[in-house]
C-alpha cells in the first residue's frame, strides 16, 4: 500500500477510536502515590495523573479530564449502561472523549438540571449528548428540576410512568461518572453560578455541615446525609445508590479535599481519578488518620 493509503487509514482508526496514540512514561507516573492514596481511601483503584505543583486550576481540569476521556474509552463497551452527572468536571471530560463505536448502550441523566432561572436542559442535554455521541449510544435525559420547591412534589414527579422509567434506567446502570461539587473550588461549580440554590439553602447548607455533594445530593463531613433536608427536594440519585454502584469520581483542585475525604468516610466511591499535587495533598492531610 502507499504512505498516502497507510496515513488515510490511521486518520480513520484514530478518528473511530480503533488506535490510540499515548506516552507512558514510568519514571513520570507517581505509582507510589497511588498506593499510599488507595491505602488510606481503602478504594478498590486509584489513579493519579502526573502533573507540577505550579499548573493551574484550569489545567489540572483538562488534564484530568482528558485522562479521564482516554481511561473510559478503555472500558466502556457495548451492552453498557453509563450514568453521567452533570456539572464542570463532566462537561470537560465530555470535550476530550476518544471516539469508540459500541453497541446497544446507553447513556443516562443521573439528576435534574432545571433551576430558578432556566431549564437547564441545554447545559446538561450538551454533555449527555456528547458522550452519546462519541460512543455511538442511546441516550436519555432527565427532564426535572435539579430541585424542586417542596419535597411531595418530587414524590409526586417520582410516581410518574415516564419519570419510572428513567429512574428503572438509572437503577439498572453499570457504571456512574461524577465529580464532587464545593461552594468554594477553584473553579466554579456550575450548581453554584447558575441560580439553583437560593441564600436561604446557603444558609441551611452551611447549618447543616455540608461539606460537598454529588449530582446535587449533598453530605456532610462524616459522608452522610441524615438531617440534610434539600436532599428531599433533590434530582439526585440517593447516597445509597451511589454506594452500591462502580462509581468513578473524578477530582480536580484542592477546594475538593474535604468534600473527597467526606466521600472516602461515607463510602461513596470505588474509584478515583485525581491530580498529582491534590493527591499528595491529600495523603499529606489524612495520610495519619
Known amino acids: 500500500m502507499s504512505r498516502s493509503a497507510v496515513s488515510r487509514l490511521l486518520s480513520f482508526a484514530k478518528r473511530e477510536g480503533y488506535v490510540e496514540i499515548r506516552i507512558n512514561d514510568p519514571h513520570n507516573h507517581p505509582g507510589m502515590l497511588e ?18 505543583s505550579m499548573v493551574s486550576d484550569s489545567e489540572k481540569l483538562e488534564r484530568v479530564a482528558q485522562y479521564t476521556a482516554n481511561y ?9 449502561i453509563l450514568g453521567v452527572a452533570w456539572g464542570t468536571t463532566t462537561a ?12 446497544q448502550s446507553q447513556i443516562i441523566q443521573l439528576n435534574g438540571a432545571g433551576n430558578l432561572e432556566s431549564s437547564g436542559i441545554e447545559y446538561a442535554s450538551e454533555i449527555i449528548m456528547r458522550f452519546a455521541h462519541n460512543f455511538r449510544a442511546s441516550y436519555h435525559l ?8 417542596k419535597a411531595q412534589t418530587r414524590r409526586a414527579m417520582w410516581q410518574e410512568t415516564s419519570i419510572k422509567k428513567l429512574l428503572d434506567i438509572q437503577d439498572q446502570a453499570d457504571l456512574l461518572l461524577y465529580s464532587i461539587g464545593a461552594v468554594d473550588a477553584g473553579i466554579p461549580s456550575h450548581l453554584h453560578t447558575e441560580g439553583y440554590l437560593r441564600p436561604s439553602d446557603y444558609t441551611d447548607l452551611k447549618r447543616w455541615g455540608v461539606v460537598g455533594d ?3 445530593t449533598f453530605f456532610r463531613e462524616d459522608g452522610q446525609d441524615n438531617g440534610v433536608l ?3 427536594r433533590s434530582s439526585g440519585p440517593s447516597l445509597d445508590f451511589i454506594r452500591k ?19 472516602v468516610q461515607g ?21 495519619k488518620m
Open 142 to 149: 432527565f427532564p426535572v428540576p435539579a430541585f424542586f420547591d
Open 230 to 232: 434539600i436532599n428531599q
Open 72 to 80: 473510559l474509552s478503555n472500558i466502556f463497551s457495548s451492552g453498557l
Open 35 to 52: 498506593e499510599k492514596v488507595q491505602s488510606i481511601a481503602q478504594l478498590e483503584r486509584v489513579q493519579v495523573v502526573p502533573m507540577v
Open 92 to 103: 470537560a471530560i465530555s470535550r476530550h472523549l476518544v471516539p469508540k463505536t459500541t453497541h
Open 214 to 216: 454529588i449530582a446535587t
Open 245 to 263: 454502584k462502580r462509581g468513578i469520581c473524578v477530582v480536580s483542585g484542592l477546594a475538593k479535599l474535604r468534600g473527597l475525604q467526606a466521600a
Open 267 to 287: 463510602r461513596l466511591l470505588r474509584e478515583l481519578i485525581i491530580d498529582e499535587p491534590t493527591a499528595r495533598a491529600f495523603v499529606e492531610r489524612y495520610g
